[in-house]
Structure formats: structure tokens, C-alpha cells
């Protein structure tokens, strides 16, 4: 099907309208923000979804990532006592690719711009520490940072710092420990 597809005139042509298209896609989705971009991605955009070829190239040059972030939540059960937990983290092996979702939620959740997140956060939390046979009655988010520093001598991060963004009371929880 193939060598007849290359073979015929319309073929050919097919071809190349689906190589012009792809290209022209992909140079519009990499364009920086813009109007023309806004305008052109309505009808690049769906194209390269449904290819596949949609990237952020954000991590990269010229801006990327300037500190090592990390979300924990401290949950405080019933009975009195604590815990600190952490979204799923893989091994060292692989976990680089396995977690990197949850990087990416980490990154999310613990923005300021996105504190509709926060909630549904917590709650997440406390429903896992559910099923775990625990009895939660709040659940405090945890940003944890530390500053990447430049390349050279010296220490490659700066100390870590944390702040409690948000602490979540569990609906219907009842402590039978006093605080």
C-alpha cells in the first residue's frame, strides 16, 4: 500500500500536505505568546493533541527552575498523635519517570495561583490515612523549598525553608485526645 500510495501523483501530494501541516503545527505550538499564536493554536492545537506532539519546553533555557520544592502533610489523628506524609514517591531506579505526575501535582498544589487545589488536597490526604485504619481529624499542607544555587564551589542548594499553607478540619472528625 505503501510503494502505491508514493507511487500515484495524489499520493505524493497527500504526503506532503500531511508533512507541511505537521510542521506548520509544530512551529505554532512553539511560538512564544502572542495574538497570532492565540489565533493560530485554535486550529493547530488540536492536531498536535491528537498527534501527540504537544511539549513544554518550560523546564528547559532560558528560565528554568530555580529551587528544589517538596509538599508534606502533617496529619493530626484522633487518638492525638501525628504524622508526616508525602505524595508517592518512586524508587531510584525508575522513579524519576513513575513519579513525575506527582512532581508535577506537587508543583501545582503548593502554587499560590492555584489554591483551589488546596482542599482537594488535604482531603486526599486524609482519605488515605482512612484507609490506612486511621481516624484523621485535620490535615495541614506543608510547601518545603530550597534554593538551587549556581554552578561552581560551594554547596550546589542553599538551606531549606517550609510554610503551612493551608490546614484542612475533617468533616464529621472527632478527637478523643484533647490538643
Wanted: hydrophobic share 40%.
Amino acid at each position: 500500500m505503501q510503494e502505491r500510495l508514493e507511487a500515484s501523483r495524489a499520493g505524493r501530494a497527500a504526503i506532503s500536505v500531511f508533512i507541511v501541516v505537521t510542521i506548520a503545527s509544530v512551529v505554532v505550538w512553539n511560538l512564544p505568546s502572542s495574538a497570532i499564536k492565540d489565533e493560530a493554536i485554535a486550529y493547530a492545537g488540536p492536531y498536535i493533541r491528537a498527534a501527540g506532539l504537544n511539549q513544554n519546553w518550560g523546564v528547559f533555557s532560558p528560565d528554568p527552575r530555580r529551587n528544589t520544592l517538596f509538599l508534606v502533610a502533617r496529619v493530626r489523628y484522633a487518638d492525638g498523635s501525628r504524622e508526616v506524609v508525602s505524595p508517592p514517591q518512586g524508587g531510584r531506579l525508575v522513579g524519576g519517570y513513575w513519579d513525575y505526575r506527582w512532581r508535577k501535582w506537587t508543583e501545582w498544589t503548593t502554587s499560590d495561583e492555584h489554591q483551589e487545589l488546596w482542599q482537594p488536597a488535604a482531603a486526599w490526604f486524609a482519605r488515605r490515612a482512612r484507609a490506612q485504619g486511621r481516624n484523621p481529624v485535620s490535615v495541614t499542607l506543608i510547601r518545603q523549598w530550597r534554593d538551587l544555587l549556581p554552578p561552581g564551589p560551594g554547596p550546589s542548594a542553599g538551606p531549606w525553608h517550609e510554610y503551612a499553607f493551608y490546614t484542612y478540619d475533617v468533616p464529621g472528625a472527632q478527637e478523643t485526645e484533647p490538643r
